[in-house]
Each structure stands twice: as C-alpha cells, then as structure tokens.
C-alpha cells in the first residue's frame, strides 16, 4: 500500500524527533500540566501544525494543542476528532532517549551493551514483523512510542491531509495533550467548545486491534503513622511503621488479585509505591477491574487489610484515602455503535481484519467517553510499553496513519450525509 509506505516514512522522521524531548509526567505534582518539559513537546507540535496550514491550531493554558483540518466535501457531516497524549511513564525514565533504526531478520534484538534484550518468546508480536524495519531504544530508557507514535501517526495524516484536498472528509479535529500516565490527561480538556461528535485516540498496540471497553480505575493511599522514639530507648515503646506497611503488603493474595497473576478480564490490585520511615509510611495502590461493582469491592478488600493490620497494633494508625481515575466506556460506546462501526470499517479498508480487544489499562478515552465525547481505541504499532524493551516497526505506522484518512473517509462517504 504507496499510501502506508508514504506515511511510515513521515510519520517514522517525526517519531524519532519526538522521543528525544523528555516530557515524563509527575503524579505528585500539583501544577497542570504536571512537568514543565511536557511543554517543549506541546509547543513543537503546535509550531508543526501551524506551518503544515491548520489555521486555528492553538495551544490554551492547559497545554492542549488543538487544531482543525476543514472539510473538503459539503453535507452533514459529523465532526470527529483524535487524540494523543505527550507525556511518558513514570516506570522508565524519559530522558536520553537514543532510538535504534535497523531492518530485523528474526531471533532475540540485544539492546546495545545495556544487557536488556527483546525476545520473541516474551514479545510474541516480534515474530510477525521479521523482515520489517524496526524502532528501538538503546536499552536504557523507553522509547516513548506510547504516545508519540501516536502523535507522530496524526501529524503524518494531518499533513497528507491538507496536501491533498482531494480526499473526501468532514471536519477533523485535533488534539495532543499531557499527563494521561498519571491520569489527568483530559480533566481540564473544553468538550463543549471542541464541538467534536466522536473521538478516537491513537494509544494502543497491536495493528488490527481496536478497543471500546478499559479497565475502570482507582487509586488507594495508606498512610501509616507508626511511633517513634531514640531505638537505644525503644524496648516496649516503638511502633515501626515500615513493617506496619510491610505487613499490609505481605497480606496481599499471593496467587490472584495481582497483575502478574491474572489476564483477560480479571482485576487486580497493584502496589506502586512505598516511601516514608520507621515512624510513617505511605503506601500507594492502583485498583483496576472491568466491572464497577468488583472495582469497589477490590478497594473494599484494601480498606479491611488496612484495619486488620491496625488492629495488630493500637497504638498505630492507618488512614486510607481512594479515588476513582476512570470508568470502562464501553456502556456510552454501545448507545454509539456507529462510532466503533466505521472505525472497523476503516480497518477492512486498509486490509485487516479489525479485532474488538479490552484494554487492561486505561486511555483518555476513558475519560473524555465519560465528560460526554465518545472515545474508542486506534492502534498505533507499538508495542512493550512502559519499558526497556518498548519498539515499534515502522511499516505499521504507516498503517495506523492510513487508517486515520481511511476512517475519516468512511465517516464522510454517502450513508453519512
């Protein structure tokens, strides 16, 4: 397909300038967006948008670059937009990102002398792309495809958009924002204003793979206050709080209820942080299910652990505090088959067989489905994200970015007028 290969190429140049900005998140920060650096990103992708010709592109106080691309036939048209997000996980660091450009001929891919290797055996995706060219890291940092992939495959459409008026399409919105990681993404996003009737972010993996269902997620934090004296004097005095929070964490299921024990559609628990001393600690989970009801009892089971531990010690205390991120979308998305339909159709169009999965995780999907714009799922190639071991091949971002001018096309031909 001239078209993908065409926008690989585009869309492969724009990645590699991309992930060499460090816009890592930072979820205890309490400023929006929550990294000053997410901005150096932000205001490239406004400059770009601007010189490839979208008028209106502009970034608000938030830091949401948006943009509009004009519709080139008359009618009825719904408006739709795509999103992407900026920032990168907190797991691995950002900086220092050294993409590996090269043409894979099969077996394990070492990753320069950092002893991190990618293998087919725990990357099954590898085994489809032998013979293709691949993007790595150097074995230090992530790569960042999640996102910019994402943001790269829609400044590579958006440019072969303007340049060619002559693709049948309606308004098309644009939208790059920060801080999905730690799940702010859109909390601040102008719905309203924005004036889109449906919306699809390019944040998945696998080419063919599309998702209208998310985990629902919650975060828990535990707060131990311990009690503290000098240990020469501590005999019959001392609470220490670190095995106070070390026993909670001992608690947890050894064989479910956890992410490296379940798959499909089973929640879990998730234990990302532990940081004080002897006299208070604070503990941070995530919770995730698909189901509400299990959501809440999951936090439920966290909040008992909490108290049976206290009750070990009555002379300590542990405060728990929770938060839903987001909710599963897929509810509104069925009131909207249309919206996950065309994108289908789209994916037949540029020949694959489009396939409905469940994102284990989260997208601003999630959330900007829930403030009244249905969000649905588009791939965008990478894959391994949030590590070492992150790489995308770049014939299949060519394919999410076809699949961008693919879908808009879909939404403009004659059913929809």
Not at 4 to 9: G, M, R, V, W, Y
Not at 146 to 162: F, H, P, Q, R, S
Not at 314 to 332: K, W
């Amino acid at each position: 397909m001239e078209l993908a290969a065409q926008l690989a190429a585009d869309a492969a140049e724009r990645l590699f300038r991309y992930v060499q900005i460090d816009t890592q998140s930072d979820e205890d920060s309490t400023t929006y967006p929550s990294t000053e650096k997410q901005l150096e990103l932000l205001r490239l992708l406004l400059d770009e948008l601007q010189r490839i010709g979208l008028a209106d592109a502009q970034m608000d106080e938030h830091g949401y670059v948006t943009g509009t691309i004009p519709a080139t036939v008359e009618g009825d048209i719904a408006t739709i937009a795509f999103f992407a997000h900026v920032d990168t996980a907190r797991e691995v660091t950002g900086a220092n990102v050294r993409p590996q450009r090269f043409r894979y001929d099969g077996g394990d891919i070492p990753l320069g002398d950092s002893g991190n290797v990618i293998r087919p055996k725990e990357s099954p995706q590898l085994a489809t792309h032998v013979g293709h060219e691949l993007i790595t890291t150097n074995g230090t940092t992530l790569l960042g495809a999640d996102d910019k992939a994402g943001v790269a495959e829609i400044m590579a459409a958006t440019a072969y958009l303007v340049a060619h008026p002559e693709v049948p399409h309606g308004t098309i919105k644009i939208a790059f924002n920060p801080d999905e990681e730690i799940g702010r993404g859109v909390i601040h996003f102008p719905v309203e204003s924005f004036g889109a009737h449906a919306a699809y972010t390019m944040d998945g993996s696998t080419i063919g793979e599309i998702q209208e269902e998310t985990f629902s997620g919650a975060q828990v934090r535990m707060h131990v206050h311990g009690r503290s004296i000098h240990p020469g004097l501590a005999k019959g005095e001392l609470v220490n709080a670190i095995k106070l929070a070390a026993e909670i964490v001992a608690r947890l299921p050894k064989d479910r209820l956890s992410p490296e024990t379940t798959a499909d559609r089973e929640g879990y628990v998730h234990p990302v942080l532990v940081s004080g001393d002897s006299s208070e600690m604070e503990l941070r989970f995530i919770v995730r299910d698909f189901d509400d009801a299990e959501l809440d009892r999951s936090i439920e089971f966290l909040r008992n652990l909490a108290e049976e531990v206290a009750a070990t010690e009555p002379r300590a205390s542990i405060e728990v505090e929770s938060r839903i991120q987001y909710r599963n979308m897929r509810a509104v998305l069925e009131r909207h088959p249309e919206i996950v339909e065309n994108l289908e159709e789209a994916v037949r169009r540029i020949g694959f067989e489009p396939r409905r999965t469940a994102i284990r995780g989260g997208t601003d999907g999630s959330a900007l489905t829930e403030m009244g714009l249905p969000t649905p799922n588009i791939y965008t190639g990478g894959q391994d994200a949030h590590s070492e071991r992150e790489w995308i091949c770049v014939e299949d971002m060519g394919v999410a970015a076809a699949t961008i001018i693919e879908l808009a096309k879909v939404w403009a031909s004659e059913r929809h007028h």
